[in-house]
């Protein structure tokens, strides 16, 4: 159920654009949850129903249990906490879908992810490798090591992830390197579950490492080719609405 808000069709017009996750990022937290809860209805139709209905038949059950158990009065509140649980988890985790949703299959998509990762984390937020075929690959250094990313078609991905691991691994010897490769694919990550792989990487590296590994990346030059044709105009990358309702 959860899955199949995170698989909508490459042509289905995006539940987000870029106009409307500045405006929800400049909004108040009300008025933030309404935009949220219309990102998830346009996503899911049934995301809503199924999430308010979930709370009131969680309230409902242990109001039952209050009536033909006992007492009631100490039901009550217990109905009204666990149905608001209830409620604001599933809203979190439709929410979340619908992000990923909205931001699946743009360029950049990565990027918005590897923001959203907990702990200390250094992102490139431009591409520290690409090809004339606008396929990229972007890079991010954390407690697991040195994380690559690469979006765009398999076949010219290899070559270029081949070619930054094997940069990475000069200035970084020693240092785990872990490659992503994005899409639904045999062997790639799909977006959605993209910021779930890298938080479950084991932590091999101390802080001091971490800094250590960033100052020397920062020698690297990133590897580049000129697009075929003429340059895309007013390219920008993909953000994550906030907030999470969680």
């Known amino acids: 159920m959860l899955r199949s808000m ?45 999430t308010i209905g979930s709370g009131l038949g969680t309230a409902l059950v242990l109001v039952l249990l209050g009536v033909f ?53 250094t ?4 591409p520290v490798a690409a090809n004339r075929n606008m396929d990229a690959v972007y890079r991010a250094v954390g407690r697991p090591g040195v994380i690559l990313i690469g979006e765009g078609s398999p076949n010219g991905l290899v070559s270029l992830l081949t070619n930054e691991k094997k940069k990475v691994a000069r200035v970084a010897y020693e240092v785990p390197i872990f490659e992503f490769l994005i899409g639904d694919g045999e062997g790639q990550v799909p977006i959605s579950k993209l910021q779930r792989k890298i938080m479950r990487l084991p932590r091999n590296l101390k802080p001091d490492a971490v800094r250590d590994i960033n100052h020397r990346l920062k020698a690297l030059a990133p590897t580049m080719q000129a697009p075929k044709g ?5 390219i920008r990358q993909p953000k994550m609405p906030r907030p999470k309702a969680r």
Do not use: C, H
């Open 69 to 121: 158990v006992g007492p009631l009065v100490l039901f009550i509140p217990l109905a009204v906490l666990f149905g608001m649980l209830v409620t604001v988890f599933l809203f979190g985790r439709f929410a979340q879908s619908a992000q990923y949703s909205a931001i699946d299959g743009q360029m950049g998509a990565a990027v918005a992810v590897l923001k959203q990762l907990r702990g200390n984390w």
């Open 123 to 126: 992102v490139s937020e431009a």
């Open 230 to 234: 003429p340059l895309p105009r007013n």
């Open 6 to 50: 995170a698989r909508t069709s490459k042509n289905q017009e995006p539940a987000l654009d870029p106009g409307t996750a500045q405006e929800m990022a400049s909004a108040g937290r009300f008025k933030q949850i309404r935009m949220v809860a219309g990102l998830v209805n346009k996503a899911n139709k049934k995301a809503m129903p199924i």
